[in-house]
Antibody, heavy 122, light 110 residues
Framework: QVQLVESGGGLVKPGGSLRLSCAAS????????MSWIRQAPGKGLEWISY????????NYADSVKGRFTISRDNAKNSLYLQMNSLRAEDTAVYYC???????????????WGQGTLVTVSS | NFMLTQPHSVSESPGKTVTISCTRS????????VQWYQQRPGTSPTTVIF?????PSGVPDRFSGSIDSSSNSASLTISGLKTEDEADYFC?????????FGGGTKLTVL
């Protein structure tokens, strides 16, 4: 069965950095686009970034462009999100999600992880 | 960038039908598919409708989706409401450079 397990969340000071990881299993990881989506406490969902199956294409929301970097290691079945210059408004649960191959840029996320909480506070 | 606007909350009684709207601020709602996600408290979202009106396997046919070009909006309709349908519902769509979620609608089944 498909499993996505995020890790790496925690408390970080404003201006700091954090790297999130997502371990994937139960499917051929290298065949799928992957994405990060976040949810601030008590708020809605916000798409952050996605990466193509071969790593050749990435896309970011304006709110994180230039600060966050998505990457993947297909040999390790892992997705990453490097977050720099963190701000209080980046506080959220960060979800890793698999993108359905039907139309990869359409944002059909067919499997989600359980999320990892990132708190940016002094 | 466009926005997707949803009502903050809706409520209805068990057995009734409820419709949640999702209005696109710019660009045609018909140009890019709309997905709908259900999120029960403390859990990750799951898909209930994709590509405007398609149901994933395992989602009951009480859930249906549609789009209306005249109002530039999408709708999620849930018929025969059950208490287990109580959740937050998010619409989502995209354009050439962005994926956008609506702000979410809290459905209360009372």
């Amino acid at each position: 069965q498909v499993q996505l397990v995020e890790s790496g969340g925690g408390l970080v000071k404003p201006g700091g950095s954090l790297r999130l990881s997502c371990a994937a299993s139960g499917f051929t990881f290298s065949d799928y686009y992957m994405s990060w989506i976040r949810q601030a406490p008590g708020k809605g969902l916000e798409w952050i970034s996605y990466i193509s199956s071969s790593r050749s294409y990435t896309n970011y929301a304006d709110s994180v462009k230039g600060r966050f970097t998505i990457s993947r290691d297909n040999a390790k079945n892992s997705l990453y999100l490097q977050m720099n210059s963190l701000r209080a408004e980046d506080t959220a649960v960060y979800y890793c999600a698999r993108v359905s191959p039907r139309i990869p840029v359409a944002g059909l996320f067919d499997y989600w992880g359980q999320g990892t909480l990132v708190t940016v506070s002094s | 960038n466009f926005m997707l606007t949803q009502p903050h909350s809706v409520s209805e009684s068990p057995g009734k039908t409820v419709t949640i709207s999702c209005t696109r601020s710019s660009g045609s709602i018909a140009s890019n598919y709309v997905q709908w996600y259900q999120q029960r408290p403390g859990t990750s979202p799951t898909t209930v409708i994709f590509e405007d009106n398609q149901r994933p396997s395992g989602v009951p046919d009480r859930f249906s989706g549609s789009i209306d070009s005249s109002s530039n909006s999408a709708s999620l309709t849930i018929s025969g409401l059950k208490t287990e349908d109580e959740a937050d519902y998010f619409c989502q769509s995209y354009d050439s450079s962005n994926l956008v979620f609506g702000g979410g609608t809290k459905l209360t089944v009372l």
